[in-house]
């Protein structure tokens, strides 16, 4: 689809996913850009819809970071996973474009699948406090291998939250903080290399303002649903949305052929 050619039709579909997305992520505190770039790929391009999701991802989690306890502590407890993050990202997102429509959707259909499957089984490997510096490292780089190319990395991000066994609170600050930093780097390289482009300006603004009217809407819904049935056909929709991603891949490849 072209963005020059079918504005309105654009616009629409960045009001619905961001504005789901919101709810969902005001509803269970994560989720906002696997929501929204999971349902734009069904009208766009997977490129296009990175491109779309840099504003409103970046608008969203810097609004759930202004929330935070101590922004300040946060920044001095995460500083090694935040930093390996910010470099790989860096690197990785200039790659982004090259590697073409069909791999990026490949790669962000399987980190889907792999935070589903986080979401399901849990993950209940603890660290030793002594190796929090180690962990910090090692899942901030495999984020930002990810996050560079697929505009996500909340898998390694909730793996070692759930490996520290954080509070809920706490979860919420620290993936806020951890996924706001993560967009600065993608910004960077997706300007440059042409993912986002000059002409998504106006669409980020109009995502970013329905995913925060969004997510209010899903904060004050969070006492009022059950969130565990919310978050499991969330889930559900996750899967079908993942495989239905992989299988187009694969048959661009001729793999399924």
């Known amino acids: 689809m072209d963005i020059s050619t079918n504005s309105n039709e654009v616009a629409l579909i960045v009001s619905m996913a961001f504005f789901v997305a919101g709810v969902v992520k005001g509803v269970i505190g994560i989720g906002l850009p696997t929501t929204a770039i999971t349902i734009m790929t069904f009208f766009v391009s997977p490129l296009m819809a990175l491109g779309l999701n840099l504003i409103p991802m970046t608008v969203a989690n810097m609004w759930q970071l202004s929330k935070a306890d101590n922004p300040r502590e946060l920044v001095k407890n995460y500083k ?30 399987i980190a889907v699948l792999l935070f589903v499957c986080l979401q399901v089984f849990g ?6 406090p002594n190796h929090d510096n180690f962990w910090q ?3 901030g780089a495999l984020g930002g291998l990810v996050g560079g190319v697929a505009s996500i990395w909340a898998v390694p991000v909730t793996m070692y939250l759930l490996m520290k066994n954080v509070k809920p609170k706490q979860f919420v600050d620290v ?24 002409n998504m300006f106006i669409y980020g603004a ?9 997510f209010q809407i899903g904060e004050k819904l969070r006492n009022k649903v059950n969130a565990k049935t919310f978050k499991n056909l969330l889930l559900i929709f996750f899967s079908i949305s993942a495989i239905n991603m992989i299988i187009r891949s694969l048959l661009e490849y001729n793999i399924l052929n």
């Open 80 to 109: 090694y996973f935040a930093t390996s993050l910010v470099v790989c990202i860096l690197i990785t997102s200039f790659y982004a474009n090259q590697i073409g429509d069909d791999v990026v959707r490949l790669i962000f259909a």
């Open 123 to 128: 993950f209940n490997f603890k660290m030793k």
């Open 137 to 139: 490292g090692g899942l």
């Open 175 to 198: 993936s806020g903080f951890l996924i706001t930093i993560g967009c600065i780097p993608v910004s960077i390289g997706y300007i440059a290399t042409g993912v986002f482009q000059p």
């Open 206 to 214: 109009l995502g970013s303002v329905v995913a925060v009217i969004g």
